[in-house]
Each structure stands twice: as C-alpha cells, then as structure tokens.
C-alpha cells in the first residue's frame, strides 16, 4: 500500500501550502508518521515528525515554520508550511517514522517555491 500525499504546489517565496496524507489504519492508529523530503540532488530527510499522541518533532531549518498535525478520526496527517523558502522546494512524501514499518513509497507531491 502506498501513502500518497497531496497539497503541493508552485508558490512564491513567503507563501504558504498545506499538504495532507491519507495513511491506511494499519500504520497510522499507533505509530508515529513523518514527513519528508527529498530536494533535488540530495537524499531524502525527515523534515517533521508526530507520534501517536501529538508530539512533534522538526528538523531545524524549518522550526517555527512548519506545523505537523494528525487527525486521528480521519487517519490523516498533515504539514502545514509558512514562509516558505526556496530551499524548501523538493519532493515531500509522508511515511511511518520508523524505517521498519515504513509503507512503500508513494510518487510524493512537488513542491516549488520561487524567489
């Protein structure tokens, strides 16, 4: 089963998207999800993480930016970005956090912000 995220976009320097993820209860009712990233040329990175409970962790580049957030009712997980910066753009895909129960990944959505 692959988790496709949706939301993505073109958007200039300073805007704002919002991407969700659909994730089949099987993984999402008691795992943490994240999402990630992968820019052009470089590897793919976790950028956001929530357990089960609604703690969320960030990678530093874009703390006080970018919100995570699950709606537990809907098995669905979120990313909400402000501020975007061109260094945000690349190809971000949601998963499980843990590499072991991680899905299949899916083609992600294309996120591109101009300067």
């Known amino acids: 089963v692959q988790l496709q995220a949706c939301g993505g976009g073109l958007v200039q320097a300073g805007g704002s998207l919002r991407l969700s993820c659909a994730v089949p209860?099987?993984?999402?009712?008691?795992?943490?999800m994240a999402w990630y990233r992968q820019a052009p040329g470089k590897q793919r990175e976790v950028v956001a993480s929530?357990?089960?409970?609604?703690?969320?962790n960030y990678v530093d580049s874009v703390k006080g930016r970018f919100t995570i957030s699950r709606d537990n009712a809907r098995n669905t997980v979120y990313l909400q970005m402000n501020s975007l910066k061109p260094e945000d753009t690349g190809v971000y895909y949601c998963?499980?956090?843990?590499?072991?129960?991680?899905?299949?990944w899916g083609r992600g959505t294309q996120v591109t912000v101009s300067s």
């Open positions: 209860e099987t993984i999402f009712s008691t795992n943490a």
């Open positions: 998963n499980a956090f843990l590499p072991r129960l991680q899905r299949v």
């Open positions: 929530i357990t089960s409970g609604g703690n969320a």
